[in-house]
């Protein structure tokens, strides 16, 4: 069996497969350690870990001692590339992409034929553009829900609102509302954008993941939702690099 991994910003997803099939999944915070209890229970059957990452490099190395604590060695990072299965790199330096960004993309290339957005709404924003040929347009990125509250929080220090999951964009009549609503009223400018980036590159298919992408899709994006993209993305990088 293989594992996939995704560890994020904020958030670590994993899956076990045994060929194409999906045997056991989890998620957890990136500070959490119940991931390596759930993973403990099939670590003898584990013979291979593809790894998708944007943390830091002693978080990364972290990550492999973690794994070498379950006697899991055979361990493989993959990285941002040219091209896979078609679809091409806008980046002229790949290595500067964030890895999730290649997989999430790779993943919604592998789903259908034909072009399509991506957006995966995380710690961070990300937006991409890939059209019928596989080219990548190239794309955006945006601070997430949780940064732009921590960053009202943590520099305006006389801003004090509640936490709240708000669904409307209606002028605030308290600071909590003005914060909330404030913050669908941004998603929803982003959301007009992507629509208008649709129409103009011609895509008809619109694909969303990560923690906040529900709740982007409430605001009114008109997307799928794909919670694992980012692992369906990097199976199809660990298949073709193991030759499975």
């Keep these: 069996m293989r594992l996939l991994i995704d560890a994020g910003n904020t958030r670590l997803k994993w ?18 350690s119940g991931w390596l209890g759930e993973i403990a229970a099939y670590a003898r059957h584990i013979q291979h870990v593809a790894v998708s990452t944007v943390v830091s490099e002693a978080k990364r190395l972290e990550l492999v001692s973690a794994l ?25 330096e790949v290595h ?15 789903r259908k034929p034909g072009g399509f957005a991506v957006i995966d709404a995380g710690s961070a924003i990300t937006v991409d553009y890939v059209s019928d040929n596989g080219h990548h347009h190239g794309g955006y990125i945006l601070p997430g829900k949780h940064m732009m509250l921590r960053s009202l929080q943590q520099d305006a220090a006389r801003i004090n609102f509640e936490s709240l999951d708000a669904d409307a964009n209606l002028p605030g009549k308290s600071t909590t509302e003005c914060v ?3 913050l669908v009223w941004l998603w929803q400018g982003v ?29 009114g994006l008109p997307a799928e939702y794909e919670p694992d993209l980012v692992l369906e993305g990097l199976a199809v990088v660990d298949a073709g690099a193991s030759g499975q």
Excluded at 71 to 91: C, K, M, T
Excluded at 201 to 211: A, D, I
């Design 180 to 182: 909330q609503h404030g």
């Design 191 to 219: 959301i007009g954008q992507v629509i208008s980036d649709c129409r103009e590159f011609g895509l008809s298919q619109v694909y969303c993941t990560g923690g906040d992408g529900q709740a982007l899709m409430a605001a």
């Design 15 to 32: 899956q076990l497969r045994e060929g194409d099939r999906i045997v056991a999944r989890g998620a957890h915070l990136l500070n959490e």
């Design 96 to 110: 500067r992409m964030g890895a999730d960004r290649w997989h999430v993309m790779v993943g919604g290339w592998s």
């Design 68 to 92: 070498a604590d379950l006697a899991i060695s055979d361990v493989h990072f993959y990285w941002s590339e040219e091209e896979r299965e078609g679809l091409h790199n806008s980046y002229s």
